[in-house]
């Protein structure tokens, strides 16, 4: 049975908002307050902190809102972007991507980094502006120069993708490598494919496998299952099925569909684990109920065999069935025969 290595190019758009944290030697509330109301900005840009977290104050959305923007009136940055997120969250105020995107605007034309990600993320997703990949390169692009990891990712996706940019696959293994060597596991797996696929770089299984094992290491699931196929083909690694096993479980284990159904494999074949049919069945279920097509043929026949449950040529039909409708030739096929036999 054929086990594909799947590789997904995914941009990681979501919003990754970040809450600024105070110093242990911030003032008490009170002394805070007094501050603030004398229209210091930093003490109204802590006293929303406070308000926020509920740190010497009950905590009150509302009322970190109202000191963060008497803050960002005045040009904090910080402030300015903390408002954003509150705007973006609807926290404290009605839920208004237009009024988030003019916060983390004013911060990120101060060079704030997370407002500059943030700001690309609106205009990739289209929130609060005209959706435009030109301008989510842009605001991408000046977050990333700064270190910012996940600015660093989603750039090397507009590279790899070509959305705002012309599609250069040496740019985006430019970007996933600044990325992955901070330890951005989806920057991580992205790397390792591009080595794995000879994408930007020469083809290399070794390096592949590297990159996938930093991500998988960090829980990443698609590494893992990558890291699997790698020990059952014995690229970039000697072949291990034992270790194979242990990788597509833990991808398995986060639900991650082609991990169940390869795992399914090695119980069947007993690759890797003692052969058993029931946990072979297990698996198979588990990616069938997801939709994956191969999942649902293995599961066919496993009832057709009547090998880890009851023979049962009713059911076998059924997920031939499914798997057909799910694009598998071989699933159409079988169902075709079954169906011509009677069943």
């Known amino acids: 049975m054929n086990k594909l290595l799947k590789k997904?190019?995914?941009?990681?758009?979501?919003?990754?908002?970040?809450?600024a944290v105070w110093a242990d030697n911030v003032p008490d509330f009170k002394k805070t307050?007094?501050?603030?109301?004398?229209?210091?900005?930093?003490?109204?840009?802590?006293?929303?902190l406070m308000y926020y977290n509920g740190q010497g104050v009950r905590q009150d959305y509302t009322q970190a809102v109202q000191w963060y923007r008497k803050a960002a009136e005045q040009g904090d940055a910080k402030a300015q972007y903390n408002l954003g997120v509150m705007?973006?969250?609807?926290?404290?105020?009605?839920?208004?991507?237009?009024?988030?995107?003019?916060?983390?605007?004013?911060?990120?034309?101060?060079?704030?980094?997370?407002?500059?990600y943030n700001l690309g993320v609106m205009y990739d997703n289209g929130q609060g502006v005209r959706q435009d990949d030109a301008q989510a390169v842009q605001w991408y692009r000046k977050a990333a120069e700064q270190g910012d990891a996940e600015a660093q990712y989603n750039l090397g996706v507009m590279y790899y993708d070509g959305q705002g940019v012309r599609k250069n696959y040496v740019e985006a293994v430019k970007w996933y490598r600044k990325a992955?060597?901070?330890?951005?596991?989806?920057?991580?797996?992205?790397?390792?494919?591009?080595?794995?696929?000879?994408?930007?770089?020469?083809?290399?299984?070794?390096?592949?496998?590297?990159?996938?094992?930093?991500?998988?290491?960090?829980?990443?699931?698609?590494a893992q299952y990558n890291l699997g196929v790698a020990y059952e083909k014995g690229k970039g690694?000697?072949?291990?099925?034992?270790?194979a096993v242990q990788w597509y479980r833990k991808a398995a284990e986060q639900g991650y569909a082609d991990a169940q159904s390869n795992l399914g494999v090695m119980y069947e074949e007993g690759?890797?684990?003692?052969?058993?049919?029931?946990?072979?069945?297990?698996?198979?279920?588990?990616?069938?109920?997801?939709?994956?097509?191969?999942?649902?043929?293995?599961?066919?026949?496993?009832?057709?065999?009547?090998?880890g449950v009851r023979q049962n040529y009713k059911i076998t039909k059924e997920w031939f069935g499914k798997a057909c409708n799910n694009g598998l030739q071989r699933g159409c096929d079988a169902y075709r025969i079954l169906n011509q036999a009677g069943y």
Do not use: P
């Open 237 to 243: 690694v000697r072949q291990d099925y034992t270790q």
């Open 271 to 307: 690759q890797g684990a003692s052969q058993d049919y029931a946990q072979a069945v297990q698996w198979y279920r588990k990616a069938a109920e997801q939709g994956l097509a191969e999942a649902q043929y293995n599961l066919g026949v496993m009832y057709a065999k009547g090998e």
């Open 180 to 222: 992955a060597e901070q330890g951005y596991a989806q920057a991580q797996y992205n790397l390792g494919v591009m080595y794995y696929d000879g994408q930007g770089v020469r083809k290399d299984y070794v390096e592949a496998v590297k990159w996938y094992r930093k991500a998988a290491e960090q829980g990443y699931a698609k």
């Open 33 to 48: 307050l007094q501050a603030a109301e004398q229209g210091y900005a930093k003490a109204q840009f802590n006293l929303g």
């Open 8 to 19: 997904m190019m995914v941009a990681l758009l979501s919003l990754g908002l970040v809450q």
């Open 87 to 116: 705007y973006d969250n609807g926290q404290g105020v009605r839920q208004d991507d237009a009024q988030a995107v003019q916060w983390y605007r004013k911060a990120a034309e101060q060079g704030y980094v997370k407002a500059q």
